[in-house]
């Protein structure tokens, strides 16, 4: 099993999330790609996604997702370098 998670790739097709990028949107005060920590707090006005990055955490889980979303894709970074993605078709 993978370590955990160093960052949502992408998103693309996801209420707020039409085409999201994590290497152009999430940055440190240096400029440089920033990564998920052990713990995070996750938070934002309302509908700034929060929701929606709550369904895609559990659609890694349970391998399924909303039917409100049309063709929603998403890629996740692991600790050890590993990759896992959805695309789910309607």
């Given amino acids: ?26 940055r440190d005060d240096s400029n440089n790609v ?3 920590k052990k ?3 996750l938070y934002g ?5 929060k929701t929606t990055l709550s369904r895609i955490f559990r659609a890694l889980e349970t391998s399924s ?10 890629q996740f970074s692991f600790e050890d370098d590993l990759h896992c993605g959805a695309k789910f078709i309607e």
């Fill in 1 to 26: 099993m993978s370590e955990g998670i160093k960052k949502i790739d992408f998103i693309k097709n996801m209420a707020v999330f039409h085409d999201f990028r994590w290497t152009s949107s999430v």
């Fill in 34 to 36: 920033a990564e998920f």
């Fill in 39 to 41: 713990i995070n707090i």
């Fill in 45 to 49: 006005r309302n509908y700034s996604g």
């Fill in 65 to 74: 997702i909303s039917n409100k979303y049309s063709a929603p894709e998403f």
